[in-house]
């Protein structure tokens, strides 16, 4: 089939499954979607404007948000108000980041060996959660967060669903945040200038940047895992979606046609994630996505200096 706005003849089914791979993954890990969506485009489809490629990922990086923060609000995960401060620094974020890639990053010789880096970062990122003593913190995690959602059903039934187990509050140069009795603080500003850099960079790459939202919220605030995944999913919502609109306002053509086909493959793939999740251990499948990500990267990032003074490719 031919997408003429892409520029490419491809068999629907392909980028149908590929999305699909990349909604399974990304449900089962929480992460690498904007990126296996990114290595979609440029190495199986061959798409060789990089500025399409941009918001073409970011496109599908939404569709898993739009699912999940609905569900996450319902169980009173969702910290509104830290995803509106994130979400508030990123729509700035945006728009510069998509405005210097579009003007500075145009080329694929250009945005590929950055990309490349980027996808080399993940990488080390999930060999590092492969380990068994990142394991080992991860199982305590989830114990905490079934330890909290059995608190939450018991601070229900004392309070008759009354009163929420989570609220937030701002005073003078302090945002705090309210959850089963314990207290989370910090400056309102912090979150709006992370959620400004972390823009920039998922803007400027085509990504969504749940990864650096995630570890800056467990590992600076010290927030639970519990709300952090909800948190984490409404900025990357606010993020691509101010990315998208940046791009297309800046006059970067996307197809549609292709977008939608993706879309609906990542759908699936969102769907059926946590169903094969309890078939499936996540530690191999974290390490199988790290050694090809790996590969990826490399191929991205050195495969032009390879090419020039080797003459062969990596990728």
Known sequence: MNFAVAGILLNPLLPFFWALFVGLVFSMVGAAGGILAGVGHITLFGLADANM????NQLLVIVSPLIAVPAYWRQQRVVFN?????????VFGSVFGSWYSKNYLPGMNQYQPLFGLLVLFISLRLFYESTKRFQERNRRVRESSRAFESRIREWRDKRNLTERVLETRFSFGKFKIFFLGQEFSCNPVLPVLVG???AVISAALGVGGGFLLVSFMASWLQLPMFIVAGTSALAVLISSASSVGSYLYLGVRVDWFLALIEIAGVIVG?????????????????????FLLFYIGVGYALGGWVRRWLGVSII
Do not use: C, D, H, N
């Not at 946590?274 to 499936?280: D, E, F, G, T």
């Open 82 to 90: 830290l995803g509106l401060l994130l979400g508030l620094g990123s």
């Open 53 to 56: 490629i941009k918001p073409m």
């Open 196 to 198: 400004f850099l972390i």
């Open 270 to 290: 969102s769907l059926l994630g946590p169903w094969l999740s309890r078939y499936m251990r996540e530690r191999w499948l974290r390490l199988l996505l790290a």
